[in-house]
């Protein structure tokens, strides 16, 4: 039959059914399926006056079918691999979470934070304050050492160290 005479409706009563079967045995979901059909047949409809008019109407839309389900099943391969992909990299990023979990040492970590709390809170106060309680805490000079070096009086480097503990004291108090 030429393929001037072919009518859209006796195409779709006499074929319609088979290829979508056809289509279903490949990409294996009938939505699928019929959406591909339904997509050659249109193709071929509207570009029927192109084709030759000795054009095998059903094995040219079959092989159009075929290469649509050949399209969808590698797009469907090419998605299966990046979802692989992205499941190994997710069990990637799972695994060193759980590592870098496994490793941590709670107390380094308040450690280190403490340390930088305090630093802060010193960084706040006046300088001789800072000096005097580094020299008593990290030098371990006595009061006495400390007020002979600046030329202050004892009472002064003992009300300095009470103001910066007085800082700490309000500033990790989370921490104890």
Same mark, same amino acid.
């Given at each position: #039959?030429e393929?001037e005479?072919?009518s859209?409706?006796l195409?779709? %009563?006499?074929h319609? &059914?088979k290829?979508?079967r056809? @289509?279903?045995?490949y990409?294996r979901? #009938?939505?699928?399926?019929e959406d591909i059909?339904?997509?050659?047949i249109?193709?071929f409809?509207?570009n029927?006056k192109r084709?030759?008019?000795?054009?095998?109407?059903?094995a040219?839309?079959v092989t159009s079918?075929?290469?649509?389900?050949i399209?969808?099943?590698k797009?469907a391969? #090419?998605?299966e691999?990046?979802?692989s992909? #992205?499941?190994?990299d997710a069990q990637?990023? %799972?695994?060193?979470?759980?590592t870098?979990?496994?490793a941590l040492e709670?107390?380094?970590?308040?450690?280190k934070e403490i340390?930088? &709390?305090?630093? &802060?809170?010193? %960084?706040?106060?006046?300088?001789?304050t800072?000096?005097?309680? =580094?020299?008593?805490?990290f030098?371990? =000079?006595?009061?006495?050492?400390? @007020?002979e070096s600046l030329?202050?009086?004892?009472?002064?480097?003992e @009300?300095h160290?009470t103001?910066?503990?007085?800082a700490?004291r309000k500033e990790l108090?989370?921490?104890?």
């Amino acid at each position: #039959m030429e393929v001037e005479n072919w009518s859209f409706n006796l195409l779709f %009563l006499n074929h319609y &059914k088979k290829f979508v079967r056809f @289509a279903y045995n490949y990409v294996r979901d #009938m939505v699928t399926a019929e959406d591909i059909v339904s997509g050659a047949i249109i193709y071929f409809w509207e570009n029927r006056k192109r084709l030759p008019d000795d054009t095998d109407v059903p094995a040219y839309i079959v092989t159009s079918i075929k290469n649509k389900c050949i399209d969808h099943l590698k797009h469907a391969r #090419m998605k299966e691999k990046v979802l692989s992909e #992205m499941a190994s990299d997710a069990q990637w990023d %799972l695994n060193m979470r759980i590592t870098t979990l496994e490793a941590l040492e709670p107390s380094e970590l308040y450690t280190k934070e403490i340390y930088e &709390k305090v630093n &802060k809170t010193l %960084l706040r106060l006046p300088e001789k304050t800072q000096l005097i309680f =580094r020299k008593s805490r990290f030098e371990n =000079r006595t009061n006495k050492e400390i @007020a002979e070096s600046l030329d202050i009086s004892l009472k002064t480097v003992e @009300a300095h160290i009470t103001n910066v503990i007085k800082a700490l004291r309000k500033e990790l108090k989370d921490y104890f």
